[in-house]
């Protein structure tokens, strides 16, 4: 079943009477309920566009989003729409409401009318997905931007959202940070079935997706499982992409005439293929 | 030498349920011409340390010389903040939050009015710091910044800096948030920067593979220490107390441990991509009677190719 369906959606911004930029231009794709989707693209292809279109914040100029048969359009049921998908943001200094961890966990869940004590059940639940249960009456200003993003994390899925958004998430974050985050994603994927489409600019963490969208100048260029994605290195440079570290010393060893094959992935594979070649 | 920063100690909240000795008896010597690297995890103390060579934070313990400007605890006489502040830009993690002017010409004019040139100077200088970090001055400079892109404000906020012609320029993150190819676009800036604006350049970057590409000395933060303080090269000869630390080390020093590890004989000094690239192809021609040729390799491992891409197209993404 699909979670999410775009059918060719468009959406523009109107910077003045002459600029229109079309952020997202004619886009059909269906989100699987239980998948693991990256989305990556350069600076400006529309796929943190896409992701506000996904919960309807923002709504599209042409064409239909619908979540779990839901129009995001239809204003009497966007709240229903908006607790099917959570969204967590860029910046881990942005998205805290209250000076103690519980609190903040228990805001959304709130604001929904769920009662106190499935509130209080839900707090220890989220904060526990996360690894964070043990910080839970202390205060989030004091912690590291892995630990907020973690939070940030907590926060959304105290109200049990079928569907969790990761906008750029681990862009601000240190390399352990970026890791902790990307383990939470892939836990309450396997083990709690949530789907989750994280936007991102690192192709390592798109390499560890099911499937792997690439958007250039609003369009959805390619869409495939992540191998067969990164194996078009030529086309991923035109849409001012790269591919994963390894797979580059993969192909220049290539292009030197040593043949390890240019769909190598990470270092593991390279290694391997490397071994009887030396 | 540049700079000379000699037991620096700082404590954030001191005597205070949350008091943090950031820096614990800092001593480091940054000379000019240096391209030093800063590595560090969170909370290392690393950008404590940036910020007072600007005298962003004061110094509590110890003295910092910067050029001929010295600081120290001491209140009087005062330093001359605005002389060192010419000396030794700063730019921040996401810089282009910063702006806040209506055009990138008066963004970019800021520092330099601040500095008290005359109005003829500052032309000049807006004119050159715009071209320098690759933009059209004529198209660019009555934009309002908040229709460009990304990596284009980011780098109208670094041209504001370099306006003011710093012998030093130290840069936080400077890549943090871009895609592949704004990246790319921005670390070939700072190698430019280096040659025609500001000799001595320092970069914090959580990206070993990344830092590893351009720095020429790497200084290792931990714990409010200077952990390490090596040549590029010479630093992950320490790879093991790295590790321990929390921190990364370059890729190409992974599979060049497990190829080791497997029995394959590689070459030392391997740390680099292009580096682990050479000693392969070296042990491939051994093993199978080849003569590849080790120069063919290319330096950057990919080869960004920015001739068809439309950087004119302004998109409001973020």
């Known amino acids: 079943m699909s979670a999410i369906e775009l059918k060719n959606v468009s959406f523009s911004y109107v910077l003045s009477e002459t600029e229109i930029v079309r952020a997202v231009r004619n886009v059909s794709l269906e989100i699987e309920e239980g998948s693991f989707v990256a989305i990556v693209g350069h600076n400006g292809s529309g796929k943190s566009t896409l992701a506000k279109l996904l919960n309807g914040l923002l709504i599209p100029d042409k064409g239909t989003v619908n979540v779990f048969g839901i129009d995001t359009k239809e204003k009497s049921t966007i709240y229903e729409v908006r607790k099917n998908v959570g969204m967590v943001f860029q910046n881990p200094d942005n998205q805290m409401v209250a000076s103690i961890i519980e609190d903040d966990i228990a805001f959304g869940p709130e604001n929904l009318g769920v009662k106190r004590e499935e509130i209080i059940e839900r707090v220890d639940w989220a904060l526990s997905q996360v690894g964070m249960l043990e910080y839970k009456k202390g205060t989030p200003f004091k912690l590291s931007g892995g630990q907020k993003q973690r939070l940030a994390i907590a926060g959304i899925i105290a109200m049990k959202p079928k569907v969790l958004v990761l906008d750029e998430s681990t862009a601000m974050l240190d390399p352990q940070g970026r890791a902790e985050v990307m383990r939470v994603a892939h836990e309450l994927n396997k083990k709690e079935g949530m789907t989750v489409i994280c936007i991102t600019h690192y192709m390592e963490e798109a390499l560890e997706a099911d499937r792997l969208i690439v958007m250039s100048d609003g369009k959805v260029v390619l869409d495939n499982i992540p191998k067969l994605v990164f194996a078009q290195s030529k086309e991923l440079l035109d849409y001012k992409l790269t591919v994963p570290l390894a797979t580059q010393a993969a192909i220049e060893l290539e292009n030197l005439g040593i043949s390890v094959g240019k769909d190598v992935m990470n270092k593991e594979e390279l290694v391997e293929r490397l071994c009887p070649l030396l | ?318």
Do not use: W
């Open chain 2, 1 to 318: 030498m540049s700079i000379v920063v000699k037991n620096l100690q700082f404590t954030y909240s001191a005597n205070s349920p949350y008091e943090t000795r950031a820096l614990k008896d800092v001593n480091l010597t940054i000379n000019e011409g240096d391209f030093l690297g800063i590595v560090g995890h969170t909370g290392s103390g690393k950008s404590t340390f940036i910020q007072h060579l600007n005298g962003l934070i004061k110094v509590q313990e110890g003295e910092i010389e910067v050029f001929d400007i010295k600081l120290t605890n001491v209140k009087k006489p005062k330093p001359d903040l605005r002389k060192l502040r010419s000396h030794v830009g700063m730019v921040f993690q996401y810089p282009e939050y910063q702006l806040f002017e209506e055009t990138v010409y008066k963004d970019v004019a800021f520092g330099p009015k601040n500095l008290g040139l005359s109005q003829e100077e500052i032309n000049d200088r807006v004119k050159e710091a715009i071209e320098l970090v690759g933009l059209d001055y004529e198209k660019y400079k009555d934009r309002a910044p908040f229709e460009l892109s990304g990596g284009q404000k980011r780098r109208v906020a670094i041209a504001g800096i370099i306006a003011m012609k710093p012998k030093v320029l130290i840069l936080d993150e400077p890549t943090a948030g871009l895609d592949p190819s704004g990246k790319e676009q921005i670390l070939s800036l700072i190698k430019n920067l280096k040659e025609k604006c500001s000799p001595t350049i320092i970069v914090i970057s959580h990206d070993i593979d990344e830092i590893t590409r351009f720095a020429n000395r790497l200084v290792v933060f931990n714990d409010g220490k200077v952990a390490f303080d090596e040549p590029m090269k010479e630093l992950f000869k320490h790879q093991q107390e790295l590790v321990e630390m929390g921190l990364d080390i370059p890729l190409a020093i992974k599979i060049a441990n497990e190829l080791k590890a497997k029995g394959i004989k590689l070459g030392e000094n391997i740390v680099t991509m292009s580096d682990l690239l050479r000693e392969i192809v070296i042990a491939y021609n051994k093993k199978n009677g080849t003569d590849i040729d080790v120069s063919k390799i290319r330096k950057s491992v990919f080869n960004f190719d920015f001739s068809n891409s439309n950087q004119e197209e302004v998109f409001k993404d973020e």
